[in-house]
């Protein structure tokens, strides 16, 4: 069962954490540069903390999916 505080993660990390779990119910692909304009963070920093993601056991399964003009994550729940 995944954390519902998610502890071990950063504040920016479960940001993106609660924007995808929000969002992953009628979405499927996301872009980096637009979760960012959502969160207010640079692709970059998207980028670098939605690893963490991938990694751990949140409730989400993200996969990074595509390079085209920002990096695309294919997330589902």
């Known amino acids: 069962m995944a ?5 071990d993660l950063t504040s920016k990390q479960r940001r ?6 929000e969002n992953a119910a ?4 996301f872009k980096s540069r637009l979760i960012g304009n959502e ?9 670098s903390n939605i690893t963490a993601l991938q ?4 409730g989400v399964d993200v996969e990074k999916w595509g390079y085209s003009s ?3 994550w294919k997330v589902s729940v």
């Open 3 to 7: 954390t519902t505080l998610a502890p």
């Open 16 to 21: 993106i954490l609660r924007y995808l779990r």
């Open 26 to 29: 009628t979405k499927t692909y």
């Open 39 to 47: 969160l207010d963070m640079t692709p970059k920093e998207v980028g």
């Open 55 to 58: 990694e751990g056991n949140y």
């Open 70 to 72: 920002s990096t695309t």
